[in-house]
């Protein structure tokens, strides 16, 4: 057969899997997929699409399997890299992500949106300062789009350079002027002052963005803006201003994000349900594993974890891994469960009870414990994991799970006037808050009756008030002794990539204590809600 009949040949083939796909024949797509890549083994594109067909039909560990036959002779093409890592990232295979990313730094001559799309990647797995570094060589080879600085600024306000990163997003606001996150980080980047603040530039801003529009990405930008409002007015004291702004930037997320409270009863009741089944198994003996040992934080989101993971990572055997998804990632692939959705998680969850937790264990710390740096503990501060808590107990039960816990209308206000943008959906209205926290107490309440050896609770209110104390129980309880430093998170030059990461590097306060007290009134629904 010449060149040109088996042109014709792989294009009828394709044609046809792009039917399948179209028509969602996955498993007819599965095979013409498997033709393809039998003709022409080079070609990555069918690869990585065979990938994504195995990852829908559920079977993640076939997936995962293509991707790591991909990455053996990984591309030296940044558009297939960036394809390939993104999806080993989020099947979990982070150890092959990252050793495809380091070949793009001996590749000559990358353009300036290539290193961007590189700095992009090493941010991705949470390697802050190397990309903060590639995304200033990308900015002077030419690198210029919205998202670029957006990133840029982003990543100088993770790494401490607050009047740097200030100066980008007013750039980037000249230019794009409806880019509303980048309004919120500006607002957020420090305490707004009646001398300094932006609140014109919000106003007049809002008045130019359409009240009534149907378009998602206007609706999107106007909740922004209103989001970056309520900051500053709060900041300045004027609450009941702040507070309708608020409200009309959580109005249009709820919109826009609906709350899935199905789903989220499910997750619980199937965590609650596995749990159970676990506890019925037979003790063993806990596996022994080698190298820089996991701390874990979790909590319910805004409860205070990146601030005691700054005090905790502020320790000379301490670092901090930021938060990780690695986790659960894990478990999908321990229990062979897809990665994709609500079933996907409650489905994996159900299977659990009948994995083999020492798999589970020694897989996470293969693809994390790289993040230790050279020290002896180093901290996975995801508040998600709350809900792993037994299966992290079952899989590393050397691992110390730390729970810090907060008042309930600090720590509800504290979701309620955070914009976390399209996500986090129960945090835009009241009912949803409640009714998620309501799950959140129910979960904790199971771990704490079931396995009250599993994990040692923190409370925010002793953090702030007594904090010596309260931190020597649980640098204690990790087994490590106190350190002058670990009272001074603030002097913790560390990278932080979360929403808090200009406030935890203040000196310890207390001025969130109680704060929701401002809006006691425009509060009162949800109180009751969550009685």
Request: with cysteine; aromatic share 8%.
């Amino acid at each position: 057969m010449n060149a040109d009949s088996n042109t014709a040949a792989e294009s009828r083939l394709w044609r046809r899997a792009r039917h399948y796909l179209e028509a969602n024949l996955l498993d007819a797509a599965q095979g013409t997929l498997e033709t393809i890549v039998q003709r022409t083994p080079q070609d990555i594109r069918a690869r990585l699409q065979l990938s994504a067909v195995l990852l829908k039909r559920g079977k993640l560990r076939d997936s995962n399997e293509a991707l790591l036959q991909i990455a053996k002779a990984c591309p030296k093409d940044v558009q297939w890299v960036d394809e390939l890592v993104r999806s080993l990232y989020f099947t979990g295979e982070i150890v092959a992500a990252r050793e495809c990313v380091d070949q793009l730094d001996i590749l000559p001559d990358l353009t300036g949106p290539e290193l961007a799309s590189q700095a992009r990647l090493r941010w991705l797995l949470g390697e802050i300062p190397e990309a903060g570094r590639l995304i200033e060589c990308a900015m002077a080879a030419g690198a210029d789009s919205a998202d670029d600085h957006y990133l840029r600024g982003l990543l100088l306000q993770f790494t401490g350079h607050i009047d740097q990163a200030d100066k980008v997003f007013e750039t980037s606001l000249q230019r794009w002027p409806n880019f509303a996150d980048v309004a919120v980080l500006r607002s957020n980047l420090r305490r707004q002052t009646a001398q300094a603040n932006h609140l014109d530039v919000l106003q007049e801003q809002l008045h130019r963005i359409p009240a009534d529009s149907a378009d998602p990405a206007t609706r999107y930008a106007r909740a922004g803006f209103e989001a970056a409002l309520f900051k500053e007015l709060d900041d300045l004291g004027r609450h009941d201003e702040a507070w309708g702004a608020l409200e009309r930037s959580n109005a249009l997320l709820h919109a826009l994000n609906p709350y899935d409270a199905a789903g989220q009863t499910a997750v619980v009741n199937a965590l609650i349900d596995a749990s159970r089944l676990i506890s019925t198994h037979k003790p063993r003996a806990a596996p022994a594993f080698a190298g820089p040992i996991p701390i874990f934080i979790v909590s319910m989101p805004r409860s205070g974890s990146t601030l005691l993971d700054r005090m905790l990572s502020s320790h000379s055997q301490v670092t901090s891994a930021g938060e990780l998804n690695d986790f659960l990632r894990q478990l999908r692939w321990t229990a062979d469960a897809s990665p994709l959705g609500v079933s996907g998680t409650v489905d994996a969850i159900q299977r659990s009870p009948n994995i083999d937790f020492g798999e589970l264990g020694a897989r996470y710390l293969k693809q994390t414990q790289w993040r230790a740096q050279g020290r002896r503990f180093y901290i996975d501060k995801a508040p998600i994991n709350v809900r792993m808590v037994h299966f992290i107990h079952k899989a590393l039960p050397h691992a110390p799970i730390l729970y810090i816990t907060r008042d309930p209308m600090d720590v509800c206000y504290s979701n309620f006037k955070a914009m976390f943008g399209n996500s986090s959906a129960y945090s835009y209205d009241m009912q949803t808050m409640a009714h998620y926290f309501g799950l959140h107490q129910r979960l904790t309440s199971h771990w704490r009756d079931n396995i009250p050896d599993a994990l040692l609770e923190v409370s925010y209110a002793s953090l702030m008030r007594d904090t010596e104390a309260t931190l020597g129980k649980v640098l204690q309880h990790c087994g490590l002794d106190m350190e002058e430093s670990c009272l001074h998170p603030e002097r913790n030059a560390d990278p932080v990539a979360t929403p808090s990461s200009a406030q935890v590097r203040e000196p310890i306060h207390t001025r969130s204590i109680g704060e929701w007290q401002h809006y006691a009134k425009q509060l009162e629904p949800l109180l009751r809600a969550i009685g």
